[in-house]
């Protein structure tokens, strides 16, 4: 195989065309193999839509045993590399591999599911290229529960949000996906099939956990279950004062949880003062029969505002009477503008699912198609309010054509033996500026969306901010060292250990592959 790869590497196309089932014979793998970024070129492209990287061929392997045989068959080259490829969501082609092999995981996903008890709770085995919302409507329908972390879109893998993070507006709680899993079946750089969890090979599950997809390729996960609820009270409340809306959101991540005395998820964004359909106004509401009154505006309401996102689970043999008496407690204690809250019920699993609305709607209209120079970052509380004044209130005052996420999550929910970087405070704040790029006539260049990215990262170094990049982008070593600063010295022990000839994840950028020893 590998003398056939390399040809083809310095063949013209005519010349290189390999017999792809004699390939597939000479590695034995049960999958299949195409040249090229496959019938579509999808493999050479990404959500961001920023960066286009052919690859030298597209895998779909069938099992852990075929992503093991592509991995040593690269290593027996002299420059191959691999990149693991879920549902292609990637902002900044962290899944691509230039000349390289894509190992399209999606091909995997049925390789498992399995409902296991250990010592009274619950867990799944799902593959690394199953989707979120396929595990979540197969967990519903079977067995009446479902995993208890989340992202906010699900149509995303198992294993591509575990190698970063996963973080939703449950993560207060629960901490993100990473800290909701138990063990991992991880297929090394040295191309090893290894079972790994905090008791087995410890040192592999934390690296892998938030590890850029650096150290292996997840192609089994052990997820902790809880019972699912049947319906979601989903409210939305308005604030005109930042310092308002981020002493109630800390209020509600930090209190006590007494029987259902608390909330389930707690998010929240900032939004344009105007009534622009997507950057304003309209973007609050959550149904199409709710309208908004202006005169309903704050008086003190400034060029942005602030939306608190909340939802209580509750089943469906649920007093409705106990489910508004335990939401009117909990809204009462908050400073919000009693004019401006908005509220459905929806099931459970329409409620998680959200997104894939907006995602049906945004592929009809042609926006989901289009670039996506987004931007995710980690602030402290501390830090938190002056990146209000100068990004939101100043850069961002006429917004971004998407949604401006930000809300708080503990770091105590988080597990500090794994590979992700996140601010030294207990407090601190997912901000997600999640653009697109089709939403006016005459939308800014991609290039002035990059640039303007760079001038908030600039902005926050400048200050000596305490935040990191999430699902980070850098173009040069030195700036990864910063980013992983102390614990840069671990990261590369573990590439040496676990993918010696840096052959996984070349889209991002850390690290150089070495030639065969």
């Not at 619950?122 to 979540?136: K, N």
Request: hydrophobic share 40%; net charge negative.
């Amino acid at each position: 195989m590998i003398a056939c790869l390399e040809r083809y590497v310095h063949e013209t196309d005519a010349e290189s065309r390999q017999d792809v089932s004699s390939i597939c014979k000479t590695l034995d793998l049960q999958g299949s193999i195409e040249f090229g970024g496959g019938p579509t070129g999808f493999a050479d492209k990404d959500f961001g839509g920023v960066y286009s990287f052919e690859p030298l061929a597209v895998i779909r392997p069938s099992c852990a045993d075929d992503v093991a045989r592509v991995v040593k068959a690269a290593s027996r080259s002299s420059n191959l590399t691999v990149a693991a490829r879920g549902n292609g969501h990637s902002i900044n082609g962290q899944a691509m591999a230039h000349r390289g092999l894509v190992l399209d995981m999606r091909s995997t996903e049925d390789n498992h599911f399995k409902l296991l008890t250990i010592n009274g709770v619950y867990y799944v085995d799902v593959s690394g290229g199953a989707l979120w919302e396929d595990v979540l409507k197969r967990c519903v329908s079977k067995f009446g529960m479902a995993p208890r972390s989340w992202t906010d879109y699900l149509s995303l893998t198992v294993g591509g949000t575990l190698s970063n993070a996963g973080v939703s507006g449950q993560a207060f709680r629960y901490g993100p996906q990473t800290s909701n899993v138990t063990e991992l079946e991880v297929v090394t750089g040295k191309g090893d099939v290894l079972i790994c969890s905090e008791n087995e090979n410890p040192e592999l599950f934390f690296g892998v956990l938030g590890g850029l997809g650096q150290f292996g390729v997840i192609t089994r996960a052990r997820v902790v279950l809880q019972s699912a609820p049947d319906m979601v009270r989903w409210i939305r409340v308005v604030y005109s004062e930042f310092d308002e809306f981020t002493r109630d959101a800390e209020l509600l991540v930090t209190q006590p949880v007494k029987g259902e005395s608390s909330f389930d998820y707690v998010e929240g964004f900032v939004f344009v003062n105007s009534d622009d359909r997507v950057n304003g106004w309209p973007s609050v509401l959550l149904d199409p029969g709710h309208g908004f009154e202006p005169d309903h505006k704050p008086p003190t309401a400034g060029s942005v505002l602030y939306c608190l996102e909340v939802a209580l689970h509750y089943n469906s043999d649920n007093n409705l009477s106990a489910v508004d008496t335990v939401v009117s407690t909990m809204l009462g204690r908050l400073g919000f503008n009693r004019n401006l809250k908005f509220q459905v019920d929806v099931s459970y699993v329409d409620f998680l699912l959200r997104v894939k609305r907006v995602e049906e709607q945004a592929k009809t209209s042609g926006i989901w198609d289009s670039p996506h120079p987004w931007l995710n970052m980690f602030v402290s509380k501390s830090d938190i309010a002056e990146f209000d004044r100068e990004v939101f209130k100043k850069i961002l005052k006429d917004g971004i054509g998407g949604p401006m996420l930000v809300y708080p999550v503990l770091r105590s929910k988080w597990d500090n033996r794994t590979s992700v970087m996140i601010p030294d405070e207990e407090i601190f704040y997912l901000v997600a500026l999640l653009r697109f790029t089709c939403t006016n006539p005459k939308p800014p260049t991609v290039e002035k969306l990059v640039a303007q990215n760079h001038e908030i990262i600039q902005y926050c170094n400048k200050r000596g901010s305490d935040f990191k990049l999430y699902l980070p982008h850098y173009k040069s070593q030195e700036e990864w060292k910063n980013h992983f600063g102390n614990q840069w010295t671990r990261f590369v022990e573990m590439k040496a250990c676990f993918d010696p000839m840096a052959i996984l994840s070349p889209g991002q950028n850390i690290f150089s592959r070495l030639p065969q020893p």
